[in-house]
């Protein structure tokens, strides 16, 4: 019954070798979102998706972009992979609701080489 | 914009026992909701306990409670009976304005010792 999935649960890429993240979630919820978290720190929102309007954050780096072909599944490209994107990458869902309440997936450990 | 401020990094507490961790926020919605995330080692994120800001009575989920200040922009979460399990990060999270986004503390460590 998972909700929030996401594969793989590792990758590793070597520098500068494109790589692609996928998500799904079965809760039919109209927004996802992509963070970036690094070690013992809070996640850093990428861009998120109100259906299929996509909302990139300021600070995102132009070799990081993404897709959402349908409600179910949005992905996750990084066109050439520096040292510095190794770090874990959640997705995460929420209702276009009032409270806002994000629910995570496992996350993918991606390790640079 | 937003801003959440966790001001301890860690914390430790001895199993069975009781321990806060502070949260304060500054948002300029009046109407909105206040969470607590948990995110043990390499496992998943999860809501521990969320609060709706126009309710006046403090969340409690179990062993999980908290002290919300409204007029201080304070959001405490008090874990009681602390148990090895809890060891994992904490963020406390509020809404940004208007796109449904959070904004998220820093973390705090909490480490239950046997």
């Known amino acids: 019954d998972a909700m929030v999935i996401q594969n793989p649960r590792y990758q590793v890429t070597q520098f500068g070798k494109p790589v692609t993240l996928s998500c799904s979630q079965t809760?039919?919820?109209?927004?996802m979102y992509w963070y970036q978290q690094k070690s013992s720190q809070a996640p850093k929102l990428l861009f998120h998706?109100?259906?299929?309007?996509?909302?990139n954050e300021a600070d995102t780096p132009d070799n990081f972009q993404s897709r959402r072909p349908n409600t179910s599944f949005c992905f996750l490209d990084i066109r050439s992979p520096g040292l510095g994107d190794a770090a874990m990458y959640l997705c995460?869902?929420?209702?276009?609701?009032?409270?806002?309440?994000?629910?995570f997936g496992p996350g993918t450990r991606l390790t640079v080489t | 914009a937003q801003t959440v401020t966790q001001s301890q990094p860690e914390m430790s507490v001895q199993e069975a026992e009781t321990v806060t961790l502070s949260c304060t926020y500054d948002?300029?919605?009046?109407?909105?909701?206040l969470f607590w995330y948990k995110q043990p080692p390499s496992r998943q994120m999860i809501l521990v306990i969320r609060?709706?800001?126009?309710?006046?009575q403090n969340a409690t989920e179990n062993r999980f409670s908290v002290n919300f200040q409204k007029a201080a922009k304070s959001f405490s979460l008090k874990i009681s009976d602390s148990q090895l399990g809890d060891t994992a990060m904490y963020f406390c999270?509020?809404?940004?304005?208007?796109?449904?986004?959070?904004?998220f503390g820093a973390g705090t460590t909490v480490t239950v010792r046997a």
């Open positions: 995460a869902t929420s209702r276009d609701t009032e409270s806002y309440e994000q629910y």
């Open positions: 809760l039919n919820h109209n927004v």
């Open positions: 998706y109100y259906d299929k309007d996509f909302n």
């Open positions: 948002t300029s919605e009046s109407n909105y909701y």
């Open positions: 609060q709706e800001a126009y309710k006046q």
């Open positions: 999270a509020c809404p940004q304005s208007n796109d449904y986004k959070l904004s």
